[in-house]
Structures are given as C-alpha cells and as structure tokens.
C-alpha cells in the first residue's frame, strides 16, 4: 500500500510559479512511478507530467511542455510539480499518482488514470488572469 498527500496549491495570478509536492508513504512505494494528473471542473482527469524511478526520464503532455518539471526526492520520499508561467487554463485540481513499475516492467508508461494504483486527495490550482 502507498499513501500520498498532496500540498502547494493555491490561487495565482497569471504568469506567477507554485510548486506542488507529494509526499509518499509506504513500503512498495519503492516499485512505483509517478505522475501528476489534473482535472478541472465537467473535464476528464489528465496526465500532465510522468516520472518514471527506474531511468529517471520524464514525460510531459503538450499543453505544459517546457513550464512545468516533475522531480523526485528520493531521500524524503517526496514528489514535485514545479509549475511556471501559469496560465488561466491550469486551473484545476491537481492530483498525484503511483503507476507500478517493478524491475521486470521497468519502462512501463501509461496516461490512462484507470491503471494507476494509489492517488492523493487532490490539490486545488488557481490562476486568474
């Protein structure tokens, strides 16, 4: 079992930075990557940034490509959304979640919600304009 919490949202103007983290709990914890989702009100729950532990590469959606950056601090078991030049259509509640991802599935990658395993409670994000 994997528990994550979620902090940093808030309500930002246009064009300001906030830095989302999530903290993880849990033994296995170890044989998950992660990723940061988001959903605004009547839409879907998307991907937006993917990490994954075992090569440490990233993945971004298009929409957020070069003004956000997922990280991972191993040490503290804590998970980052560095969020820049925000804009008024990244409002939502931002959400982090755990995809297995063993050694033997080590390259796994996947955008659909349904195969992640744990979430947090959400983080609600702000940007007016």
């Known amino acids: 079992q994997v528990q994550l919490v979620e902090s940093g949202g808030g309500l930002v103007q246009a064009g300001d930075s906030l830095r989302l983290s999530c903290a993880a709990s849990g033994r296995t914890f170890v044989y998950y990557s992660v990723a940061w989702f988001r959903q605004a009100p009547g839409e879907e729950r998307d991907i937006v940034a993917y990490?994954?532990?075992?090569?440490?590469?990233?993945t971004y959606t298009d929409a957020v490509q070069g003004r956000f950056t997922i990280s991972m601090d191993n040490a503290k078991n804590t998970v980052y959304l560095q969020m820049n030049d925000l804009k008024p259509e990244d409002t939502a509640v931002y959400y982090c979640?755990?995809?297995?991802?063993?050694?033997?599935?080590?390259?796994?990658?996947?955008?659909?919600?349904?195969?992640?395993?744990?979430w947090g409670q959400g983080t609600q994000v702000t940007v007016s304009s």
């Open positions: 979640a755990v995809l297995y991802t063993p050694p033997y599935r080590s390259g796994r990658y996947s955008s659909k919600a349904s195969d992640y395993s744990y």
């Open positions: 990490l994954n532990r075992n090569d440490e590469s990233t």
